[in-house]
């Protein structure tokens, strides 16, 4: 392993060969890509890099990365959340699917379930086992692997199974995403005991074991998606959940399905191809939204402030209009009226090219809010299959609850419900009513995997970063359409417009002096937040000749790598 380099976090196919050993033949099938991974932990690449290199497919690559992730990165996903699966099935005409492993509200959720007194209580979805929605990403390690992979489920879950029993040393990251919820961490007892050092913050370098984690892998990797929903695991989850006040039920585990939804696709110039993620996220009509505003502006001759200005005034638009969208299965969504090219015309007619529009000016929408924590990653196999992956337990160490003797912090999805369905939008729909809460209905999410496809490249996207999540990718899309290279598109600074706030948000160092007096006399109110945010996973595949290069967020401590798979 002396060939993994942790600094710089960015590595091309050509700096990163890893021969991690050698992979089964598979007749006939000419390599037309290098194996490669992105993700946000080196221990979750080499998970993937070991299954691809044993024989494994981008699909197998994807369940060992999500469950590795899951282990070392429990602030970011894990058993106890979900998240969404994009993939690519090579072919002379590829396939797209979307796997939704979205969470879902328990059965005895109720609109008004965190109301008291006429009042939404924000602790009471944030924290504690009723912020908890049913998890997800259990059913989806198992769906993917038998529908689409080459190796068994449990083959899949063996990294993950050794990291948790090892364990793995607490990183920075770690550090910072406890540090923000130690207060909610130290009022469960079982999160206390499993994640911190005797209530305090563990130091860098720890060893982080997860024995019950481990088995409760162990259970899934034996019998499946009954392994975690069903027997055992099921009983342990349910029983904490209620003992604390929380209202899962055996059928809530039971009855949840993972569901596999049409991608969103969105023609683009030049042959290419959005392909993203569909309600329950509104991530993907967010881009295609921007990216067909875009198109319709000088934004790729613009000077860059004038650029900023074009892309954070299609931002302001895409996000009025996420109030509409909500759960597929529940609500109609407008996702056809939204992408059509008079509307977007006429979006983009309305942008001053010299004046911010005050989001005041356009219809209201209600507020919404959404964690800021998640995990992405990317992976493709030898033959050109593909997935991008964002997976979450909303915010970091989502509800810091730990159903004891479960090792699954479960997450607190629940508040990417509308709490308080009070408001309308501009189109006279009932604004955040299609995303109020209902028994059995899954949250409105931003997280937002995409790939652009052209006859001559797939580059995939991803990050995580709640509501901010479509704007960074949108960021990183134009970099590759720029032409920049795979470390251009993850550490280019990033800008941020959501429409409420009226905030043109931006990292410490985004903007010149100059720029920031140009914009503000533009009419924006700039926020600067402080502190850098996001964590993108990209790649991008030469088809011509199978080069594939990769880059993982000089943010984050993740790592992009290549595997050579023999044949
Ligand atoms: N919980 C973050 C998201 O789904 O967007």
Redesign the pocket.
Known sequence: MSLLNRNPHVLSRFCALLLLGTAALHASAQPVAQATVASAHPAATVAGLETLAGGGNAFDAAVAIASALAVVEPYGSGLGGGGFFLLRQAGPKPTYRFIDARERAPLASSAQMYMRNGKVQPELSLNGPLAAAIPGLPAALAEITSRFGRKPLADNLVPAIRLATDGVSIDRVYIDRAEGRLEAMRKDRETSRVFLQQGNLPEEWDLLRQPDLAKTLERLARYGRSGFYEGETADRLVEGVRAAGGIWSLEDLRSYQVVERQPLRYPLADGRELISAPPPSAGGVALAQSLGMLAQLPWQKAEPTQRVHYVAEVLRRAYHDRSMLGDPDRIANPVQQLLAPDYLKRLAAGIDPNRATPSASLPPKPTWR??DH?THFVVIDEQGNAVAATL?V?LPFGSAFTPPGTGVVLND?MD?FAADIEGSNAYGLAGSAANAIASGKRPL???SPSFIESPNELAAFGTPG?SR?PSMVLLAMLQYLDGRAVQNWVSAPRYHNQYLPDVLEHEPRTFTDAQKADLTARGYTLKDVGRSYGNQQVLLWNKKNGDVDAASDPRGIGLAAGTTVHY
Do not use: K, R, V
């Open positions: 959404e964690g998640t979450s909303n999805e990417d999410s931003s997280m709640g999540i």
